[in-house]
């Protein structure tokens, strides 16, 4: 398994501000993975974030809008850029320490308010 | 795609009932199965796992066969507490290597005294 910590836990953010949420994991991990949480809705991948390559992103999620950055083998950032009220989500990173295949141990996540 | 297909929810049980929560899902391949949990106020966590038809995934009393034939993973518990109220994602892996999980919409449970 893998214990992930988020920072912050929770923010209230105004339109047209950024946002930088923090995921540190206990160990070194070759996948991390970002996704989004709506009100009263399921998980959504925004994106995979691996050690020395570029972020994948899925469809409906741009580079410009969730920046994200991979460091090392414990350290992500995702940026929330030019913030909306629709933006209002939680936000998760997850792991998958074992490798392909594997189970993806999540964070507590980040709650995020825009107005 | 590949798709799961969730129970609609919120779901309230009196404790000690019998639970079942269904799961189907669409994928090409064969995928890894999972149940996932969120309590008020938490993050997700793994309740329970199955990677191949046939296997049976079970933690904390909770119960899930995958079912090759019916494309299911149901979640079933024989006698629900009150802490078990929670809620509870079906999803699955995609075997083309991308490990991107998809959820289900989630079903929420309430179990009341």
């Known amino acids: 398994s893998a214990v992930i910590s988020q920072k912050p836990s929770r923010d209230i953010c105004q339109r047209g501000t950024s946002l930088t949420i923090q995921c540190q994991v206990d160990?070194?991990?070759?996948?991390m993975f970002w996704y989004r949480q709506q009100p009263g809705q399921s998980l959504t991948l925004i994106a995979t974030a691996n050690q020395g390559s570029e972020a994948t992103y899925e469809s409906g999620f741009v580079i410009d809008k969730f920046p994200i950055s991979r460091p090392n083998l414990t350290f992500s950032t995702l940026t929330v850029s030019n913030m909306s009220p629709e933006d209002s989500s939680i936000y998760l990173c997850s792991v998958e320490p074992g490798g392909a295949r594997e189970t993806q141990y999540f964070g507590p996540g980040t709650r995020l308010l825009v107005l | 795609g590949n798709s799961v297909t969730q129970m609609e929810g919120p779901v309230t049980l009196s404790e000690e009932a019998f639970l079942t929560i269904n799961c189907t899902y669409t994928?090409?391949?064969?995928?890894?199965l999972f149940w996932y949990v969120q309590y008020p106020g938490e993050g997700l966590q793994l309740l329970l796992k199955?990677?191949?038809?046939?296997d049976k995934g079970s933690n904390k009393g909770f119960e899930a066969t995958y079912r090759k034939e019916t494309t299911s993973f149901h979640l079933e518990k024989g006698s629900v507490q009150v802490s078990d109220s929670a809620v509870y994602f079906c999803?699955?892996?995609?075997?083309?290597?991308?490990?991107?999980?998809?959820f289900g919409k989630g079903t929420k449970l309430t179990v009341n005294p």
């Open positions: 999803a699955l892996t995609d075997q083309g290597g991308s490990e991107k999980l998809v």
């Open positions: 994928a090409t391949g064969y995928p890894s």
């Open positions: 160990s070194q991990v070759t996948m």
């Open positions: 199955a990677t191949k038809a046939d």
